[in-house]
């Protein structure tokens, strides 16, 4: 396995929109002050984002697109494009601000598809099909079952449902960051990224089972019943209600998205993880929370991943 090592120096920060294909640098490169909180969407669903831009004197309108490329030093990328789906405008102190709440699904995304392809044709066929039909770029595609549909492949959909439904068929999973689509599985990909306290992370990762204990379970002890759970009890609740193993916050690295695998390196947890829900944050500070599932089946090549670090 090739080991990638994510390098993030905390300073030059480095961000810019480009609002209509209109490039709009941040207030550290002499250019406009603007904040994004940005969040993955549940599985198979579509991610928003909050994107605040001060002072800008045209109006962004709805309909808009809008990409975001964030980075350090000379490590700038391209994270998502989003659709400006709702806006409005407000005085904050001595500031115009337009508060513009956007969809990863854009145009692209939400065109209908009509299709039909006869004979003996693979889901992957389907997909990169449905793909070419609207304009997406497909990135990565992995499926864990690549079925034959005997009868041919038809459809008249909303491209972005019907590509959600191929890839439950394929048992995978999806993401559609802007134009960009990413297909995978549970499975360890060709490389990861390594993610250490040198390398980005702030602090431990934190068990989600011991949140879930503390929030939902004991409050639903204190305030629906009077009975007290026991270990085993408490314990079967955690394991049902526990959406990812840890919660793992790092500064802002504009190539992690949901679905990718991360190897951790720290005090609380050394193994590979899949990222399953990402929270971004670009404004005063920068933070990015990462919801994760420790992947099984890699935590034996833990000792190969550290030796390729530089």
Same mark, same amino acid.
């Given at each position: 396995?090739?080991?990638?090592?994510?390098?993030?120096?905390?300073?030059?920060?480095?961000?810019?929109?480009?609002?209509?294909?209109?490039?709009?640098?941040?207030?550290?490169?002499?250019?406009?002050?603007?904040?994004?909180?940005?969040?993955?969407?549940?599985?198979?669903?579509?991610?928003?984002?909050?994107?605040?831009?001060?002072?800008?004197?045209?109006?962004?309108?709805?309909?808009?697109?809008?990409?975001?490329?964030?980075?350090?030093?000379?490590?700038?990328?391209?994270?998502?494009?989003?659709?400006?789906?709702?806006?409005?405008?407000?005085?904050?102190?001595?500031?115009?601000?337009?508060?513009?709440? *956007?969809?990863?699904?854009?145009?692209?995304?939400?065109?209908?598809?009509?299709?039909?392809?006869?004979?003996?044709?693979?889901?992957?066929?389907?997909?990169?099909?449905?793909?070419?039909?609207?304009?997406? @770029?497909?990135?990565?595609?992995?499926?864990?079952?690549?079925?034959?549909?005997? @009868?041919?492949?038809? *459809?008249? @959909?909303?491209?972005?449902?019907?590509?959600?439904?191929?890839?439950?068929?394929?048992?995978?999973?999806?993401?559609?960051?802007?134009?960009?689509?990413?297909?995978?599985?549970?499975?360890?990909?060709?490389?990861?990224?390594?993610?250490?306290?040198?390398?980005?992370?702030?602090?431990?990762?934190?068990?989600?089972?011991?949140?879930?204990?503390?929030?939902?379970?004991?409050?639903?002890?204190?305030?629906?019943?009077?009975?007290?759970?026991?270990?085993?009890?408490?314990?079967?609740?955690?394991?049902?209600?526990?959406?990812?193993?840890?919660?793992?916050? *790092?500064?802002?690295?504009?190539?992690?998205?949901?679905?990718?695998?991360?190897?951790?390196?720290?005090?609380?947890?050394?193994?590979?993880?899949?990222?399953?829900?990402?929270?971004?944050?670009?404004?005063?500070?920068?933070?990015?929370?990462?919801?994760?599932?420790?992947?099984?089946?890699?935590?034996?090549?833990?000792?190969?991943?550290?030796?390729?670090?530089?």
């Amino acid at each position: 396995m090739q080991t990638f090592i994510a390098n993030r120096p905390l300073f030059p920060r480095n961000s810019y929109l480009v609002v209509n294909k209109v490039r709009i640098d941040d207030h550290n490169n002499d250019g406009l002050k603007f904040d994004v909180e940005a969040k993955t969407g549940e599985e198979g669903k579509v991610g928003v984002a909050t994107i605040k831009i001060y002072n800008l004197s045209q109006d962004v309108e709805i309909g808009s697109e809008i990409e975001l490329w964030f980075g350090y030093a000379e490590d700038v990328g391209y994270y998502s494009k989003y659709e400006v789906i709702k806006k409005k405008k407000r005085k904050e102190n001595a500031s115009f601000v337009q508060e513009l709440t *956007c969809s990863e699904r854009t145009k692209n995304s939400s065109k209908i598809v009509s299709l039909s392809l006869d004979g003996n044709i693979r889901i992957s066929e389907a997909i990169k099909s449905i793909v070419k039909f609207m304009g997406l @770029n497909l990135i990565s595609m992995e499926l864990k079952k690549d079925k034959v549909y005997t @009868n041919g492949y038809t *459809c008249y @959909n909303q491209g972005f449902q019907e590509l959600r439904e191929l890839v439950q068929d394929s048992e995978s999973k999806m993401t559609l960051k802007g134009d960009d689509l990413y297909i995978y599985t549970d499975k360890v990909k060709n490389y990861a990224i390594h993610l250490s306290f040198e390398t980005g992370l702030i602090k431990n990762p934190e068990a989600v089972e011991k949140q879930e204990e503390e929030r939902k379970v004991n409050k639903k002890n204190d305030n629906e019943s009077k009975k007290k759970w026991s270990k085993e009890e408490k314990k079967k609740t955690i394991k049902e209600s526990n959406k990812y193993d840890y919660n793992i916050e *790092c500064f802002p690295i504009h190539y992690i998205k949901k679905g990718d695998i991360v190897y951790v390196e720290s005090t609380e947890l050394n193994s590979f993880v899949q990222v399953e829900e990402v929270d971004l944050t670009l404004n005063d500070s920068w933070n990015m929370k990462l919801g994760v599932k420790v992947i099984k089946d890699g935590e034996h090549k833990n000792n190969s991943s550290k030796n390729t670090k530089n």
